[in-house]
Nanobody
């Protein structure tokens, strides 16, 4: 069974930093894009950052210059380095990836369970 497992959330003061990690595991055939979304209370889930297999990235305007997404293809892992955090970054952060498993080889969207990031003094 293919799955995504996130780690690295927590409580941080404004201006602080956190790094999120998300590892894909299971009987994986291929991984295409990997990315991070977030959902704040009462708001829709929104894209934060995404990275494709070649390393090209795209960011939400609200995080440009503060967040950096990267991936380690050998470890099937994507990271999100978050710097200069603001209270408005508080949300549940979800890892997302389009992957196929070795048995069906059908591409599907996979989501992690979510990790809470709280920015507060």
């Amino acid at each position: 069974q293919v799955q995504l497992v996130e780690s690295g959330g927590g409580l941080v003061q404004p201006g602080g930093s956190l790094r999120l990690s998300c590892a894909a595991s299971g009987n994986i055939f291929s991984i295409y894009h990997m990315g991070w979304y977030r959902q704040a209370p009462g708001k829709q889930r929104e894209l934060v950052a995404i990275i494709d297999t070649g390393g090209s990235t795209n960011y939400a305007d609200s995080v440009k210059g503060r967040f950096a997404i990267s991936r380690d293809n050998a470890k099937n892992t994507v990271y999100l380095q978050m710097n200069s955090l603001k209270s408005e970054d508080t949300a549940v952060y979800y890892c997302n990836s389009k992957m196929s498993d070795a048995r069906s080889r059908v591409l599907n969207d996979y989501w992690g369970q979510g990790t809470q990031v709280t920015v507060s003094s």
